[in-house]
């Protein structure tokens, strides 16, 4: 899918918004995750709220890597494949056929707190 978001809230609104603790990882504590325009192909970091620690809100970068590329480099993956969407694809009528994505479908999911989300259509 190729997107658009748009992120309007700072890291303390959404806390207080989503009564969570936010939890920085490698990111700087001062670091905002704001975008007026974030294009999916550039795999921005986001805020998510994962299904195995609800109570948290951490930063990834956006994009799907299957399970069997654990510890792959991300740049290196999406620009490897581009041609099939470079990790934003997971289409509901083969989420549980898939190996890139059955495994994690029901039990790695998350809350990611945007406030838009655009999908470019021509006619």
């Known amino acids: 899918m190729c997107y658009g978001t748009r992120v309007v809230r700072n890291a303390e609104q959404l806390e207080l918004y989503y009564n969570v603790d936010r939890l920085y990882g490698d990111m700087e504590p001062d670091k905002e995750l704001i975008y007026n325009h974030a294009h999916g192909f550039v795999h921005p970091n986001m805020w998510i709220i994962p299904q195995e620690k609800p109570r ?25 494949t581009i041609r099939f969407g470079s990790g934003l694809n997971a289409k509901s009528e083969k989420l549980f056929e898939s190996n890139n994505y059955k495994k994690s479908a029901l039990t790695r999911r998350c809350v990611v707190p945007v406030d838009g989300f655009y999908e470019p259509h021509r006619i």
């Open 56 to 80: 948290n809100m951490i930063p990834v970068k956006w994009g799907l890597i299957p399970h069997y590329k654990l510890g792959a480099n991300a740049k290196e993956y999406y620009k490897e």
